[in-house]
């Protein structure tokens, strides 16, 4: 599989969590997002690696960051369904299913 989408939300928390460590040093948010990006590649690759954690949606979780990607496997394409900060409410991206 080679094509990916955001949830519009999760694009959103990508976004955030990229100020936010750029925030904290220089080029930590680019760090992150290429560790986002190399955890993309792999699920892409190997979609049907990771834990399924409800409802067909499974979560990689992100090397250096404390990050998982939650994620559900669609015909054509890795739905993305949220960038999710492992120490946030971890159920608060439910509603987006």
């Keep these: 599989m080679s094509k990916y989408k955001f949830h519009p ?14 925030s904290c040093a220089v080029d ?3 760090d992150f997002a290429t560790e986002i990006y190399a955890s993309i590649k792999r699920i892409l690759a190997h979609p049907f690696a990771w834990t399924e954690i409800e409802h067909e949606v499974r979560r990689c979780l992100v090397s ?5 990607i939650l ?3 669609e015909k ?15 159920d608060y991206w439910k509603n987006r299913i």
């Design 64 to 68: 250096r960051f404390p990050y998982g």
């Design 9 to 22: 939300d999760a694009f959103e928390e990508f976004y955030y969590a990229i100020e936010y460590y750029d």
């Design 76 to 90: 054509d394409y890795i739905y993305i369904l949220a960038i999710m900060n492992l120490y946030k409410e971890p």
């Design 71 to 73: 994620y559900s496997v």
């Design 28 to 30: 930590l948010g680019l």
